[in-house]
């Protein structure tokens, strides 16, 4: 079974700027949830998709945002960029958050760089 | 409310060391516990997990105990290899909320020498 996948790989962005994120689940695959990785901050959740709908938000501001389509593929947008954007870009499907069905897989992640 | 603390690092080692890396947690509810590597360049790779109290997860010669009492999941292996070198992250899911998110450590890096 192929694993997560995420589009592009590497993304170099201007300030002010928009940027589109692609994330592809694992097949039966359900919940797929994002998360910014930075050396300064770690790890921060960004937000939760289950069958299209934001189940969950972390703490970041509205020029994030998100979507879920109809095949469970995930795509989150950043606008208006500032140069503290600059992360890894992490996506992590699940099957679902039930018992047995909670265990995260993530994919090689999206490294944008804004200058 | 739900947090993780691992060791600080970064760890270095020789071959054939034993490695522990600490991780405690605070859980509102009753969480799952993990562990996941990161090589360089790359995204989190499950390494184990243990969704219950007193289980044991195992995987590659790592292994880690969920502790209720202790609140803690450390991880373990008797002989470290060079391509043990890596990021380690412990992580917790709340498994009472329908919420899928994960919380986690800040990470322990982990240098393993010839």
């Known amino acids: 079974k192929a694993g997560v996948t995420q589009t592009p790989r590497y993304l170099i962005k201007t300030r002010g700027q928009q940027v589109t994120l692609s994330c592809s689940p694992i097949?039966?695959?359900?919940?797929v949830s994002w998360y910014q990785q930075t050396p300064g901050q770690g790890l921060q959740f960004l937000f939760e998709?289950?069958?299209?709908?934001?189940?969950n938000k972390g703490n970041f501001p509205g020029r994030f945002s998100g979507r879920q389509f109809s095949n469970s593929r995930s795509e989150m947008n950043v606008s208006t960029l500032e140069l503290g954007d600059s992360a890894l870009y992490l996506c992590?499907?699940?099957?679902?958050?039930?018992?047995?069905?909670?265990?995260?897989?993530f994919g090689p992640g999206t490294r944008l760089l804004v200058l | 409310g739900n947090s993780v603390t691992q060791m600080e690092g970064p760890v270095t080692l020789s071959e054939e060391a034993f490695l522990t890396i600490n991780c405690t947690y605070t859980?509102?509810?009753?969480?799952?516990l993990f562990w996941y590597v990161q090589y360089p360049g790359e995204g989190l790779q499950l390494l184990l997990k243990?969704?219950?109290?007193?289980d044991k997860g195992s995987n590659k010669g790592f292994e880690a105990t969920y502790r209720k009492e202790t609140t803690s999941f450390h991880l373990e292996k008797g002989s470290v290899q060079v391509s043990d070198s890596a990021v380690y992250f412990c992580?917790?899911?709340?498994?009472?909320?329908?919420?899928?998110?994960?919380?986690f450590g800040r990470g322990t890096q982990l240098t393993v020498w010839p």
């Open positions: 992590a499907s699940s099957l679902g958050s039930g018992q047995g069905q909670e265990t995260q897989y």
């Open positions: 097949s039966g695959h359900r919940s």
């Open positions: 998709y289950f069958s299209e709908t934001q189940r």
């Open positions: 859980a509102t509810g009753y969480p799952s």
């Open positions: 243990a969704t219950k109290a007193d």
């Open positions: 992580a917790l899911r709340d498994r009472g909320s329908t919420l899928g998110r994960l919380y």
